[in-house]
Nanobody, 129 residues
Framework: QVQLVESGGGLVQSGGSLRLSCAAS????????TGWFRQAPGKEREGVAC?????????????YYADSVKGRFTISRDNAKNTVYLQMDNMKPEDTAVYYC?????????????????WGQGTQVTVSS
């Protein structure tokens, strides 16, 4: 079965760091773009970061970051572990939200993605001031 599972959420102090993991099973992450999203109470879901699919026939993979996290967050993928990561540095209270990872439905997809058909259950991230 196709599944994504997030982990690594928790409580961190403002200015601190946290790394989220998105582990896939039932399919290979590297063939599809993977995105990280977040949603705070009372707010709409926000796209945070994205990493494009792997393709030996094409150039380097691309990444995307929302303006609110540029320079602070880094998305990466470990193909051997079939896992995507989100490294979050210099965190701020406004980063507090439930974070979700999702996989694009289109093979060899670029960033930003258009349609994500597989989602994880989410992991809570809380940043104290």
């Amino acid at each position: 079965q196709v599944q994504l599972v997030e982990s690594g959420g928790g409580l961190v102090q403002s200015g601190g760091s946290l790394r989220l993991s998105c582990a896939a099973s039932g399919f290979t992450l590297e063939y599809y773009a993977t995105g990280w999203f977040r949603q705070a109470p009372g707010k709409e879901r926000e796209g945070v970061a994205c990493i494009s699919s792997e393709d030996p026939e094409e150039g380097d993979i691309s990444t995307y970051y929302a303006d609110s996290v540029k320079g602070r967050f880094t998305i990466s993928r470990d193909n051997a572990k079939n896992t995507v990561y989100l490294q979050m540095d210099n965190m701020k209270p406004e980063d507090t939200a439930v974070y979700y990872c999702a996989s694009e439905s289109q093979y060899r997809s670029n960033c930003p993605g258009k349609e994500y058909d597989t989602w994880g259950q989410g992991t809570q991230v809380t940043v104290s001031s």
